[in-house]
Each structure stands twice: as structure tokens, then as C-alpha cells.
């Protein structure tokens, strides 16, 4: 009971929120946790921010397909005082291939976005991002036209890449990392333009 009034004091609860309001790392994270769980992740913005709930719930739903929901439960138990997203990182690399979110945004032919993964270093940083324009109703980049590429760099706790422009103004447009050794494909949201 001593911690749960520590914690309440500490992270400011009790207070109304939303899934993308912008609250604080440890707010973010014990509702984030929540999300996660009860199965309902939401990205907000490009999803690096990890002050906003929504953001935590998923990428701990993509560190949930690296390692299972006992062995991340087992990890926050036996790392009391331990920073929970480092901790969660840490699980998510001991087991397979670490999940890749990836985003888009741009107009006028402009696509620029941010990939976001627990191995940081590893799927983030230095990682080719390829722009498609989409053909049927669904992603398939076997058969969408590939419109540019570029290598992401890290800024912050994400990388970010931008193609500049391609010259494609219209249409329906996705960005994907490829699968490579360690490191999940991922691909973003289709936005129109």
C-alpha cells in the first residue's frame, strides 16, 4: 500500500486522460501497460512519443510478439527500481526477432516517417526504408511500385528517413522495412493523398 501512495503522489494520478494525451514517462507507462493488456494500443502522432499511453501500449504489443506476457511480467518483477521500457528491451532481444514500427507522413510527392524498435540500434538505425505506392486495396510489395528509398539515422529513441520528393503526389502510399537478420518487417499505415 506504501508504494501504490508513492506512486499515485509520483505519476499524478488520479486524473481523467486519453489514450494520446501527453501525460509523463511513468503515467504513460503503468496506463500504457493497461492498454496493452486489455488489447487496445493506439499510435498517436508518429509514435515515438512515450509521454502519450497509446504509444506505449504499442510497442509493448509489438515487444509482446518478441517474448511472451509471462516472461514480460517475470522481467518487471525481478527488476524493481529498473527503468520498465529498458527492462522490456532487454526481454524483447533475449527471444527471436524484435518487432518494427514504422510511420509515414508527407504530401506533395514528399514522404518522410520514423521506425521505431526495441533493438534500437540494431532495427532502427541504419535500416533502408522503402516507399510504395499502392495498388489494390491492399499493401503487397510484390506487386505495388516501389516510388524511393532511403537509410533511416537515429535521432532520439527512434530513426528517422525521409525520400524527399518523389514526385508521386497522389495515390495511396505505405513505407516498409524488410525482415533481416534479428529485426521483424514492418510496414506503416497506407495514407491517401
Known sequence: MRREKFDAARFGYPKTHTLCQVTNEG????EGWAECWAGT????????????????????????????????????????????????????????????TVSIKGQNGDYSGTIYSPRLHKCADQRTITVYRQIGPAQDPSVDV????????????????????????????????????????????????
Open 27 to 30: 503515467f504513460a507507462f503503468n
Open 41 to 100: 494500443p493506439a499510435t498517436c502522432g508518429d509514435g515515438t512519443n512515450f509521454n502519450q499511453e497509446g504509444n506505449v501500449a504499442t510497442a509493448l504489443t509489438g515487444l509482446e510478439k518478441c517474448a511472451s506476457r509471462p516472461t514480460m511480467v517475470r522481467v518487471l518483477k525481478e527488476s524493481p527500481g529498473s527503468s520498465s521500457a529498458l527492462v522490456l528491451t532487454g526481454s524483447a532481444e533475449a527471444s527471436g526477432r524484435a518487432a518494427t
Open 146 to 193: 516501389e516510388i524511393g528509398s532511403d537509410t533511416s539515422e537515429l535521432h532520439g529513441h527512434h530513426g528517422e528517413w525521409s525520400i524527399g520528393n518523389s514526385g508521386f503526389r497522389s495515390g495511396t502510399f505505405y513505407a516498409r522495412a524488410a525482415k533481416m537478420p534479428g529485426c521483424r518487417a514492418g510496414s506503416s499505415r497506407s495514407i491517401r493523398r
